[in-house]
Nanobody, 124 residues
Framework: EEELVQSGGGSVDSGGSLTLSCGVS????????LAWFRQSPDKEREAVVE?????HPNYADSVKGRFTISQDKNTLSLQMNDLKPEETPMYYC????????????????????WGQGTQVTVSA
């Protein structure tokens, strides 16, 4: 069975760093478009970083230069630096299907697989 299992997270002071990990199993890691999202209780889900059909990251402007993803075998990691108190939601890794169209790889628009979520707390 395919699954996404998250680890990491926790608490950090403002300006500190945390690393989240998402282990992918049960299917071809490179046959999926992987991403990180975050959501606070009172706000809509927000994409932190998404990957295109070739695994290249597209970071949200709000985290660009501070957050970085990396892949190691079947694990996707999110390095978060210079964290701010307002960035204190649940973080989720997610996967959409990768497919070929017109000779190029592309991603579906819907994320069908999600990790269980990881709480991040940043104190002022």
């Amino acid at each position: 069975e395919e699954e996404l299992v998250q680890s990491g997270g926790g608490s950090v002071d403002s300006g500190g760093s945390l690393t989240l990990s998402c282990g992918v199993s049960g299917y071809d890691y490179f046959g999926r478009c992987l991403a990180w999202f975050r959501q606070s209780p009172d706000k809509e889900r927000e994409a932190v970083v998404e990957t295109d059909g070739y695994g290249h990251p597209n970071y949200a402007d709000s985290v660009k230069g501070r957050f970085t993803i990396s892949q190691d075998k079947n694990t996707l990691s999110l390095q978060m630096n210079d964290l701010k108190p307002e960035e204190t939601p649940m973080y989720y890794c997610a996967a959409a299907d990768l497919f070929a169209r017109n000779g190029r790889y592309a991603c579906t628009s819907v994320y069908t697989h999600w990790g269980q979520g990881t709480q991040v707390t940043v104190s002022a």
